[in-house]
């Protein structure tokens, strides 16, 4: 027999499901149907989501090929300066992203520390390109690939790691074929959240990359511009943004909360 | 529930109470809605004003003129509206009405780069360089608008545009791309390079667009004389001349 829950939380729940949701219904509510194939197929549209998808998904093979190496040594390593190092690797995910963006522009723009340097010496600009709003987006979205990853390493008993090494296992081989395939759950937990992140990110993107139609303007940027001139166009976008997100979400349910 | 709901209506109706009794003697309190780019010109023209006028008090609601226009129609709290465009004060005078409507001030283009000018600019033609890093206001930004318009009439957009890396969402954000050293030049207001450390380019008259400030008293302005005593200083030799400080332009004869 199923237990009933005392009514006060059930009540609370609900405030909380409503408040959560109303946004996405709202959006639906005041969608322009009618309108919603012309607004998609139009090039604003259909580049915004083009670079959308490059940009995220680059993003997030950035984040994981940096942040899973970076989750190991934070979990395994022993050395000075490893909780600060741990609170720098996961500050981004409190920044403002406007804050972010403006740290990018003094490391990385061109006249920046290292930017200057990238500029001056290689003639690379990462300011203004794509390539500047993969680095925005990897910024923001490596720390929940840090975070997933350091507790799967830290769930893990070093035995596995002891017996792979006492039959003979070099460390890197180890690492591949014994710690990793252990903690796929949170790595991909880790990456499909680091993807939503990305996918989402505006604020670093807009001060750091900047907004051209084609280069670096992805969806949310594209959302933002067209509520100047367009709200109904910005309306059709957003939904796009928001059904992409919930479908990816739900179908990885599993991966992500441990539920089923 | 019931002596919360008790409370909070004492509470209502003793802040409600400050607020309107001031109005039973000559009203002190003075509410001007205004368009954002005026803020640092119109809070000197506050304290000036408060200075000249003892006892007053002059609160600024500062946003984008569209949003106030709309603000004024349905809350009725506003005595004085300046703004950025002669559209939202059109709307404003439709409904609720105002009176004493003049332009009392003019904002023009101006050209800004980083101050060691990396990409050579001198001049509106100089923006079409090839490869020069141009950045605007977006589309539908009033500043963003003005100078898309600008580079039409001077028969510029198709090369202009096609240097444009970003477009931003405010004239703030022009600035800080430019002064940042990111962009080799962006297309602000004058009255936005009062303050900011970047090297400008002034654009002739017959090649600039000037938007024209509005201001005006909104009708049932519960400050009464002290809304017209306001704009009147506004539009004096001291208001015109804090705003000349700011950058902005005294209004064009309408002939």
Redesign the interface.
Known sequence: MRRRLPPPIVALAAIGAVFISLPAIALAARAPWGRFAEILSGPGAREALRLSLEVSLAATVCAVVLGVPLAWVLARGEFRGRTVLRALAISPIVLPPVVAGVGL?MAL???GVVGGWLYDALGVQL??STAGAIAAATFVSMPLVVLAAEAGFRGLDPRFEHAAAVLGARPGYAFRRVVLPMVRPQLVAGAVLAWARALGEFGAT??FA???QG???TVPLAV??LL??DQEGAIALSLVLVVLSIAVLVALRGQITGAS | MKRFLLLATVLLAACSSTTTSSGSAAPTDLTVFAASSLTAAFNKIGTDFEAANPGVQVTFNFGSSTDLATQIGSEGTADVFASASGTAMDTVEKDPGVQDRQDFATNSLVIITPNDDPGGVSSLQDLAKPGL?L?LA????PVGDYARQMLDAAGLSKEVLAN??????DDA?VVA?VK????DAGIVYTSDISSADVRDVTIPDNENVAATYPIAVIVGAPAGDLATTFVDYVTGTQGEATLAQFGFGPPLSSG
Request: net charge positive; charged share 20%; proline share 3%.
């Open positions: 522009l723009g061109r006249r300011t203004f807009i001060t900047g907004n051209l280069r670096t303007q933002f511009q100047q001139t | 890093q950045v977006a589309e539908g930004v444009v890396v970003s477009n931003e969402p954000s791309k940042s050293g990111e962009a």
